[in-house]
T-cell receptor
């Protein structure tokens, strides 16, 4: 069974501080990992995925298969980063997404 | 990418009634998904609805309670049947684009059952 765990429901940082949102997963295969974000009053949207190895809005995430983690990081948080962040997993061949519980990030001025 | 709309955006219903939620996509897609997001919780997949085949339901969800239609490649409906207050949730549809596992989500339907 596939499972995604986000240990922090709430995370609060100050503007300009580094931020790390934790995500751990369990999956007996080669997963694809994603980070989705939901800003206030907006729909859920894809932030980034591990396959792309890209940085979006200053965020990066590295898949660590040894630690089964896919933590989301940004060196300098901005107030507009305040949102709900969901880590999600799917198998490499399928499209069934399993979501973590979500982390509400608040960036204070 | 894909642009997805849902109707209604929200509704308040009486227990024992049924509500049908519509999901419209601006392009033809093979895979469509229905999720439920209960208050304060994450998204849970209800079923996968591929055109031309019966919907595939996840554990804990049954067709009698959540019948799904997928008449063509741009449209799907989810019905929440015989509602109870426990069905109060946000219901979201999403689509998967061929060749990639990325999903695009609709705005959601906020359902309150009294």
């Amino acid at each position: 069974a596939q499972r995604v765990t986000q240990p922090e429901k709430l995370l609060s940082v100050f503007k300009g501080a580094p931020v790390e949102l934790k995500c751990n997963y369990s999956y007996s295969g080669s997963p694809e990992l994603f980070w989705y974000v939901q800003y206030s009053r907006q729909r859920l949207q894809l932030l980034l995925r591990h396959i792309s190895r890209e940085s979006i809005k200053g965020f990066t995430a590295d898949l660590n298969k040894g630690e089964t983690s896919f933590h989301l990081k940004k060196p300098f948080a901005q107030e507009e980063d305040s949102a709900m962040y969901y880590c999600a997993l799917t198998s490499a061949s399928g499209s069934r997404l399993t979501f973590g519980e979500g982390t509400q990030l608040t960036v204070n001025p | 990418s894909a642009v997805i709309s849902q109707k209604p955006s929200r509704d308040i219903c009486q227990r024992g009634t049924s509500l049908t939620i519509q999901c419209q996509v601006d392009s033809q897609v093979t895979m469509m998904f229905w999720y439920r997001q209960q208050p304060g919780q994450s998204l849970t997949l209800i079923a996968t609805a591929n055109q031309g085949s019966e919907a595939t339901y996840e554990s804990g969800f049954v067709i009698d309670k959540f019948p799904i239609s997928r008449p063509n490649l741009t449209f799907s409906t989810l019905t929440v049947s015989n509602m109870s207050p426990e069905d109060s949730s946000i219901y979201l549809c999403s689509v998967g684009l061929g060749g990639v596992n990325e999903q695009f989500f609709g705005p959601g339907t906020r359902l309150t059952v009294l």
